[in-house]
């Protein structure tokens, strides 16, 4: 090694030995204050995480539901039309084919149909829309149903139109 090199590595050491020796001691209630405001901070920081993940969530599902809503009435006319009476077998495969393909879309998507025909009335989930007497039937037991309704996770986006019994 050099003379020169020498000197500046004797240079850096003496550098080094100068920080050392000015820096300061942080006192421990000093340092007990920091960690807990960081602690708090970081608390809060993973509540803001999870709360804003909620409300994307929840934003997403409101937009959602608002677009299938409006094409709900397309959905209806779809099922309409794979029940008509048709001499063309070939056509009426290809709107059950189209309907299938709809409603895979909308299960992809965690759109689900409400159970209605047989189900207990639910005024969270159902409409009644009439009532009827029939002995075979459970009471508030669902005993038709004039129009699905329509779901996602717990909101739902239409309610089902039912004929209650009892």
Request: hydrophobic residues 30%; proline residues 2%; negative net charge.
């Amino acid at each position: 090694m050099s003379e020169e090199n020498k000197e500046e590595v004797k240079e850096e050491l003496n550098e080094n030995e100068e920080v050392k020796t000015n820096k300061e001691i942080v006192p421990k209630e000093n340092y007990d204050d920091l960690e807990d405001r960081y602690k708090r901070i970081l608390a809060e920081f993973e509540n803001f995480k999870k709360r804003s993940g909620k409300e994307r969530e929840g934003l997403y599902n409101s937009i959602l539901s608002d677009v299938v809503e409006v094409i709900l009435p397309v959905l209806d006319n779809l099922e309409n039309a794979s029940k008509a009476e048709t001499q063309d077998e070939e056509y009426k495969k290809g709107v059950e084919l189209v309907l299938k393909q709809f409603k895979d879309v909308l299960a992809s998507k965690g759109i689900e149909e409400i159970k209605a025909v047989g189900e207990t009335f639910d005024p969270e989930l159902h409409e009644a829309v009439s009532s009827i007497q029939d002995e075979s039937l459970g009471e508030k037991e669902i005993a038709q149903e004039y129009r699905k309704g329509y779901k996602i996770g717990n909101r739902v986006i239409r309610h089902s139109m039912v004929v209650v019994a009892n």
